[in-house]
């Protein structure tokens, strides 16, 4: 079978094409023929040699995936042949808090990823997709929508009563709309330019603003929500932190996931004590949050946004759209070997 | 201005329609001429002397309601002149846990209730009733609204991911049902026949099941739920609890929220540890339950059930209908008096 | 090595000593030498052919223990040979919330238990004891301590500003005493006579009431706690639980972790709606719970209180001391095989 | 009688002891001879003209005090003269969560504070002080005390397993120490030197480490704490933030409660994504937070830490006092007018 992995550094011109040997399935093991996988900026990072732990290669990249089921060892009793499932990100982490032992597996690195033509997984490893999606759909899960899930529903709880706001239009903000929005939750979204006014409604927010039309989004937001909203998701960090403070409620609660806009975020203490804020920041999330988060997909028809979907050949074109930001879901890679 | 009221004892032949001298609002009081009462067990236990505390005569009676603002005070911000207003059944509690202090005053015993033509009440002792609901709609929300709204988002935090039972068809019943469907959560509801099937579909139950046809429900509802449901309403009390906490996953969560089949229920403790079963038995909401439950009744359209409407001099029929039991929603009585 | 079971049915006669053969350990395995052992109602239950699920002999019975570690298989690294080790009573409830498949497995039936000479099981099945307790105090915390910590601290959240009632003197209650006195919380502790008053204020108890000597004792327990208890534990159910209930304050929290008064509870749902309590099952803990424990029980130097120590050939005695009840703390027996 | 306040603008110098009328109290009003009074950042920062929300003079300054009831209005019944009583610091915020609405009023800014001979106040803001308490250790409790319970207690669930780590030795800190000893969890204490070695132990400190000695006390408390501690106490926000959270375990709580080392705090995304943490902002605490406090301040016997109690007329030595830092515990002034 064919992968792609980091030879011999982590640098662009390092990802290439290999040969290796076929998987071979142990008594509880599956394997999937990879149908498609997601990119996320982890893997951009840990491409530029940024990411904040020890990765080394060689390395088969990318966490994001789905793939079908093509053999079932003999003693797997979640899955049949023909299956659609996603691998776990976090392979070890099935359920109750995160702890060291439960990080020590993480696919895309340290740990071997999902850019390949077979994958052979433990059955515990994985976890069926939801019925109605197609795989570039089903891609998006694992980690954008895993990890908003768990940020929604375990760090916090998220009730029909209360407004949510969510930045940004990438996988998780878009997941997070949808999600929010089956919650029963009245979702404000706010984006850089209105190009994406309608389908962010159509996802279910309620109500878009575009920053560059309103440079003081905060307290419309505020005014919009009768003071601040009770929640907030943002994707971007950096100097982006402080206003989405400003735009929440006293007692509000801030969803920190992610760095677009830079690693280091500028909380003004006077702010968040003001505001009296909780800010979560999740590392993904369990087994146990991923098939919550497929009962729910599931239940509402839920079908998660998927910006662009490129062929394998132009895998460095799907990373480069992704860093370039501006897109509206997920950036998918749909892995023909 | 008119009321009724039970003169010297607490007997169907007591409750008389009586002349009493119009409100004298003070500066912070409204006054509101009361469109539509709901009337609840709680009215029957006390008009048949098994309430279980003390409340004594003359008191004027029912604790649902809605009215037209027709007076405000010069200091009243809350409430402007013709808005649609539910006094609070518990008028002391305005937000956190439940205390002593906070359950001394309650309307409809021992304090006066609803049943009257106009009543003076503080602005802090009323909610603005949701825009789009009619006067008979507005008054089912004081008690089983806020009763169930306290019960699903305070005590407990039904999420969307989760699936809920909701037993009987009474106005606790409706309310949950379209409030866990607002929620996202997944609803099975159960009946005696199937006479309600299609109502109880429309108003977002997903599926019903009749115990009359299913002797065996709550392993049908088990085996339904994929092990037990997650959560549990149960409105009869009685020999119902037992079943109702079959019917649950373990550490699934009942609300215990009536006694229509009997003051005592009968717990089977071996039943409830094989479960790990928790029981909430709530004692109305506060003031912020309520309007937390008229921003999710807004948001999502939600128009309450409302099973029969009867004119004010028809009151004792309306005692009787809801006595008879086998209702959908409240039974409401329109006072013009 | 030799061990008791249950040979054909369930009864006193039944339980007899058989020689079996001696266990051959696996890769990630650890055998025990069983040091000591505690029998609890559920033992007397089985024994009797009263208990409330399914199980079959032949069948090593007893669910509580404590042995030595004897062997460590190669992979092992949670034990070394020597130290003291407690199988957990639901081997497969690592973490998170308690399942079917979670339970599968239950020491003492429907699995072999722990009245035996050697034991082998997984490492992942047994926890640490703490390193100050002798081998009977230490027998007492699988099932009857990590229970009450998964009660107090999983199920509900005890403060140190909140007071908690106790009742009763067995193995539950007096850790419930312990534990609640180092989570700082004030104690009061309900028994039927003043014979076990100083022990258990030593235990941690701040009040001792007597039932004989105060029949009115809920409303003495309220009024020396403001109004009533924050929780209360409850080991009896039967009669018992409604006035517990009477005894806590508005919202209170009430633990039923025993039958001993009957295995149906009254539950008079007016007083339980009065006073909107909510009332908790717990099914045994997981080992995370169970390593809580040995922390807290480490930090707090508790020594879990021994009732009386049984040899083996006294088996019979011990049980029969367990039935007449009385008892202060657990009844041990120190299996010399 | 006399006061201190604020007259033109916010400086040293503008602070002027004035004459005032004496209050006349209402029919549920108390009047307090205020016996003594703490100095926190927050006054410095309002005299310095720093503060982060409007106060505008004249203002009586200071938020933290003590007084004795020498009147009480007919309608009392919350107090008697002799008690001693604590005004507190948000007058409207009794109990739930922290609203608008709630804050409107602020001892010592934008309201008048408490350095002022004699206060009049509503009986139900004020709190009655531990009664083992001297005035000068009662003063410490209003804003630092009822924060930290809070924080621990409110935003937080600290458990008797659980590991705090406490920075600093200021009047939060050495509370903190305090209150977490009382719940029962083991407690690492970090300080700049070894002066205050003893006396943090003395408060409650299992393990006391000196920053000065280890620049790697992050990873030295991780180390001492099983991976890290489960909770955190963070005083001086800045740069100091991201080292806090490297010294918490995956899913830690951080509380960051002040701002001593710089009102901007850095956090470093990658860091606390990988700690998986939560930062809690708290702005205060309510009525029943600081009736809380009060009753495990009294079951505990604990004494809140004074640093150094100055007389009136060296107040502003008691301000540079708390500028210059370094100090264990509240620093007090004792008004005698």
Same sequence: chains 1, 2, 3, 4.
Avoid at 47 to 74: A, C, F, I, K, N
Avoid at 91 to 107: S, V
Avoid at 235 to 256: D, K, N, Q, S, Y
Avoid at 265 to 276: G, N, S
């Amino acid at each position: 079978m064919r992968a792609y992995q980091f030879e011999d550094d982590f640098a662009p011109e390092s990802l290439r094409l290999v040969e290796r040997p076929d998987p071979i399935p142990g008594e509880r093991d599956i394997v999937l023929r990879m149908r498609a996988v997601a990119v996320n900026y982890r893997d951009l990072a840990i491409m530029r040699g940024e990411y904040h732990t020890r990765v080394s290669p060689p390395l088969v990249p990318l966490s994001d995936g789905v793939g079908e089921v093509v053999h079932v060892g003999p003693a797997v009793t979640r899955f049949r042949v023909g299956d659609l499932a996603c691998p776990t990100y976090l392979p070890l982490w099935i359920d109750g808090p995160l702890t060291l032992d439960r990080i020590a597996r993480r696919l895309g690195g340290p740990d071997d990823g999902v850019l390949t033509e077979l994958m052979r997984l433990s059955e515990h490893e994985a976890v069926r997709a939801p019925d109605h999606l197609d795989p570039a759909e089903a891609a998006t899960l694992p980690v954008s929508g895993v990890t908003t899930w768990h940020s929604l529903f375990e760090l916090d709880r998220l009730r029909p009563d209360e407004t949510i706001l969510v930045q940004g239009s990438g996988g998780v903000s878009t997941i997070a709309i949808q999600l929010a929005a089956a919650a029963g939750a009245r979702v404000i979204a706010v984006t850089r330019t209105n190009r994406y006014t309608d389908r962010l409604r159509d996802l279910g927010a309620d109500h878009v603003l575009t920053t560059d039309s309103s440079p003081d989004w905060p307290s419309r937001v505020a005014a919009h929500s009768g003071g601040g909203v009770d929640v907030a998701v943002n994707t971007a960090g950096g100097p982006t932190l402080t206003p989405t403070i400003a735009a929440t409620r006293m007692g509000g609660r801030v969803h920190l996931v992610g760095y677009a806009a830079g690693r280091r975020a500028e909380l003004d203490v006077f702010t968040a004590i003001q505001h009296a804020t909780t800010i979560h920041l999740a590392r993904g999330g369990n087994r146990t949050d991923f098939e919550s988060l497929v009962k729910t997909v599931e239940h509402h028809r839920i079908r998660p946004a998927v910006d662009r979907t490129f062929p394998l050949d132009q895998l460095h074109d799907a990373f480069d759209h992704l860093a370039h930001g501006g897109h509206l879901g997920k950036v998918i890679i749909t892995p023909t070997f």
